[in-house]
DNA sequence: GGCGCGGGTGCAGACGATTGCGGAAGACTG
DNA sequence: CAGTCTTCCGCAATCGTCTGCACCCGCGCC
């Protein structure tokens, strides 16, 4: 089953019959007929082109790699669904990569890719202070981000507007009379970190509140464990905070096991709000307050713009944000009364 | 960069560069000091051979399909992950494609897959009773079977032992004082549902427990809502049940809001059992008891599997199943005092 | 010394599709 | 009616690698 087969059925020569086959339909380089011709016998046959064949000649595998940190990221799931999807559409398929955040694995991963010949990359890898996000010699290969984004904006990325985020959330805390709000920032290195950090000053800002040393402590992973460590730390330099900001949601989680460890209740003691509304912090008790974005959306978009790029090689970076919301859980609760929001006069102060 | 290059660094033909780069040592097509010659070049030039034109020539294309239904279920990331990282050891990769249970659309990625020329299948879709798990013409292509198996066998597959893994979870309750215990069993048509029904059928007996017709209910598939669906039935047509195991976490998650609804603690009221241990379910209110078996080994063991076949076609069809345990949380506890248990006499009757 | 044998290489033809080039018609103009 | 242009199609090369076949050469044996 080969395209001489259907050139054979078709009476024409295995040129004609590409060519026809592969006719952007208009462009006179082949006679309607003959391609109505070949296409019926394409049909009649079931012929489906070798895409080995053609990737050889035209020296395009149709194969993107998507590389992402860790697969069991709840995070990245919807987004390869979305990456995968739309690249479907585009006729590409994804070839996928975990490098578990380990540069030397990545480097490592990237050069498989290149020998597999991928047409593109979709990396969701990226670290501030590389500034070779793909490597030396990569520059020929098109590169789209997704999640995290360049620092200095020089490559088409899509991500979640990680500071209009977390100012939704302060705005929300703020509503609810908190006025002693933390920070559990993110890893500066990343886009993601660094631009939630940046969202709390300026909504806290907005807000008329003041962010002092105390108020914030940077996790070195967005992990549980250290989402721990740093709440432990902020209770402990700042024990009256009524509302924790977390720059993700397994920071998040690591805040609730500090406020259980320290005999305080959530949201009655402490509110919590996360970032990304992974799978299921609906479920946990309490349902988490967190800011959401989209993203399957996220995976489709940055797709998009790796086939842009694909059709159109020169075609201007662009940038993508994609808008937050906040989803209002149980996790997020009025200020305790004693706290020092100005909301309210005195009322009973808490016993610690 | 190509083999030519290297039989001219060499000073030999193209064809004895491509004989010396791919012998299996010692088998004396080439000389010893021809080989030595070769690599020395190919090192030096940092030859990678090109896969593509490898393929069109050998008709393979060291590509592996991973078809599963939706990479959302947590479930899935870890066993992708194992697969991805010793098919990565063999020299191979991965194509993924969702399915999202749906038949159609599953046979339209399978001859994507065809077309695409993989070497080989690794489905975690199979149902009972769709006797070509693969589709019509799919038995040139090796085929191995991930977490659900074939009805009789007759397929390579790697699954948890489910009969085993509730029969733990069964006699867990039973040491509890559980005498009432009801199953939220998966849909029947795949064998892990019918396994865990199975599995449970048998556990009850070796406690020397009757199942009723009342004490089981099969949901149609693996959702929360079905899981609500189930245990509300459940709680409707056995209001003395004292615990429930579910085929599944997710059914497991719909259990907790039926009790919820009902007005029951859990597990002062009502204990839960699920299956899997999925991601996450730790830090659930309250923490899941589940049956736990490693996923990524699963992933890796399916992938060993179909390497096998690649090597050597004919080798017999191993079915692999993994051993289980119970991880014993909070959703767990002692028979409420007044169920109809053995283990003690009448004490408080609750109200309901 | 001639012949046979076998290990080691070179030659060239696939694999299946794409594409520059040129040629053969047909259309159209002067 | 001749010449030019356009349209459509065939020819053959090409992508990089593998592999059946033949060849060459050296060695051993009769």
Redesign the interface.
């Known amino acids: 089953m080969t395209l001489a087969d259907v050139a054979r059925l078709a009476g024409v020569h295995p040129a004609t019959a590409s060519r026809a086959l592969n006719q952007v339909d208009g462009s006179g380089l082949v006679s309607p007929a003959t391609v109505a011709r070949v296409t019926a016998a394409a049909n009649r046959l079931g012929y489906?082109p070798?895409?080995?064949?053609r990737?050889?000649r035209t020296r395009r595998?149709h194969t993107v790699g998507v590389v992402i940190p860790d697969?069991?990221n709840?995070l990245?799931?919807?987004v390869?669904?979305g990456i995968?999807d739309r690249l479907a559409e585009g006729g590409y398929?994804?070839?996928?990569?975990?490098t578990d955040d380990d540069p030397a694995r990545e480097r490592q991963l990237l050069e498989r890719m290149r020998?597999?010949?991928v047409d593109g990359l979709v990396l969701a890898t990226v670290r501030r202070g590389t500034p070779e996000p793909a490597g030396p010699g990569e520059e020929d290969l098109p590169v789209v981000l997704v999640n995290r984004v360049a620092e200095d904006r020089a490559l088409p990325a899509v991500a979640a507007d990680d500071v209009s985020g977390i100012r939704l959330a302060v705005a929300h805390l703020v509503s609810l009379g908190h006025r002693r709000i933390g920070h559990v920032a993110g890893p500066q290195d990343l886009s993601t970190g660094a631009g939630r950090l940046r969202g709390f000053r300026l909504g806290m800002a907005e807000q008329g509140l003041e962010v002092g040393p105390t108020d914030v402590v940077v996790a070195e992973r967005y992990q549980v464990a250290e989402g721990l460590r740093c709440a432990r730390q902020l209770l402990a330099q700042r024990p009256r905070v009524t509302a924790i900001v977390a720059a993700n949601d397994m920071l998040a989680?690591g805040c609730?096991r500090a406020l259980a460890e320290a005999g305080l209740a959530c949201p009655q003691d402490c509110s919590v709000v996360g970032f990304n509304d992974m799978?299921?912090v609906d479920?946990?008790?309490p349902p988490l307050t967190s800011v959401r974005f989209d993203h399957y959306a996220m995976g489709r978009e940055a797709a998009q713009l790796i086939l842009e790029r694909l059709a159109t090689p020169g075609c201007p970076t662009k940038v993508v944000y994609l808008p937050p919301e906040l989803v209002v859980r149980a996790s997020t609760g009025p200020a305790p009364r004693g706290g020092l929001g100005a909301g309210g006069g005195g009322g009973r102060r808490r016993a610690d």
Do not use: C, G, K, T
């Not at 070798?50 to 064949?53: D, F, R």
């Open positions: 489906r070798n895409p080995v064949a990737s050889l595998s697969l069991a709840p990245f799931p919807p390869i669904r995968e398929v994804a070839l996928l990569a975990n020998e597999r010949h989680l609730y799978p299921f479920q946990l008790s």
